[in-house]
């Protein structure tokens, strides 16, 4: 995260502020703000997305390239990710100082992606035991300003939703190789199935309260902080703690569904602002760094 030095009094008067369930910015506890999310704005990619929430700004880009399956899961895909954080978006990542932080959000995204019910990655299978499909999602922080990891959770998911991987015509075994025939036309291809992809609800606890998408300064406040990956269903596939602080059974409880209700409602908003989107066709505007 990006660390704002702030005062004793500053730190009082947002705890003040979340007590009273009015934060600095106006927002209540469970309210996120405003997020710019846009789709297909880069060429060179089978996926991408653009997310701007705050002073937060994230692209993704999904690429797509045949690989062997694992042994023990023979019919389904591969899925990887990588996060790099720019040298620009805060001071603190200059050098090797954003590593650690990249490793970690990257190490939530496997963590979240992990559960068989997030997403079906036997969609991604060519031929069993043979080839399938690999995604590479490639993560760049470009501006950090507070609630890293449900930034980068939404982008991940609407790059998904738009990622395109080429159709396969054909794909056999010719003397224990596989040969696979992918179609000539560009256009052809076919949309991944992202129903169950999961967003990421970072519960910041401040206080006696918790709240969603903390800023800098919400952050700087804060004792302890739960990322609960929730998917559309409700169905919860990862809980990560962070932070020195510690909580007892039944506010560990109370967190989680606070953060399941705000997952359910994240995941339905961003799935009907795709599809707005996917309506506009190609004659929609693309903005990508013009603002």
């Not at 007590?19 to 789709?39: I, K, P, V, W």
């Not at 297909?40 to 390239?65: C, F, P, W, Y």
């Not at 694992?70 to 899925?79: F, L, Q, R, V």
């Not at 994240?266 to 903005?287: C, M, P, T, Y």
Request: with cysteine.
């Amino acid at each position: 995260m990006a660390e704002v030095p702030l005062s004793l009094a500053e730190k009082t008067f947002i705890l003040h502020g979340v007590d009273a369930n009015f934060r600095n910015d106006g927002r209540s506890r469970t309210d996120y703000r405003c997020m710019e999310l846009e789709t297909k704005l880069m060429d060179q990619v089978h996926g991408s997305a653009r997310l701007r929430i705050g002073n937060t700004d994230i692209l993704v880009g999904v690429k797509v390239e045949i690989d062997t399956p694992y042994p023990d899961s023979p019919n389904e895909g591969k899925i990887e990710f990588f996060v790099d954080c720019s040298a620009n978006a805060t001071p603190s990542f200059e050098g090797k100082g954003g590593e650690d932080l990249a490793n970690e959000i990257s190490n939530v995204l496997a963590l979240a992606y992990q559960s068989p019910h997030a997403m079906n990655l036997s969609q991604l299978s060519i031929l069993p035991h043979k080839k399938c499909w690999k995604l590479y999602v490639d993560i760049l922080i470009l501006e950090c300003g507070g609630n890293l990891f449900d930034a980068v959770a939404v982008a991940v998911k609407a790059a998904l939703y738009s990622t395109e991987i080429p159709k396969v015509k054909g794909a056999m075994l010719d003397g224990g190789e596989a040969d696979i025939v992918l179609s000539d036309d560009i256009y052809e291809s076919e949309k991944l199935d992202t129903t169950n992809c999961p967003v990421l609800v970072t519960l910041c606890k401040i206080g006696d309260n918790c709240v969603v998408d903390p800023s800098s300064e919400e952050e700087m406040c804060s004792s302890a902080n739960i990322v609960v990956s929730v998917m559309p269903n409700g169905r919860i596939s990862s809980i990560v703690k962070m932070g020195y602080g510690s909580l007892q059974p039944a506010t560990l409880s109370k967190i989680l569904k606070m953060g399941t209700s705000v997952g359910i409602d994240l995941n339905n908003g961003i799935l009907s602002a795709l599809k707005s989107e996917d309506k506009l066709g190609a004659n929609r505007e693309i903005v990508g760094f013009l603002r």
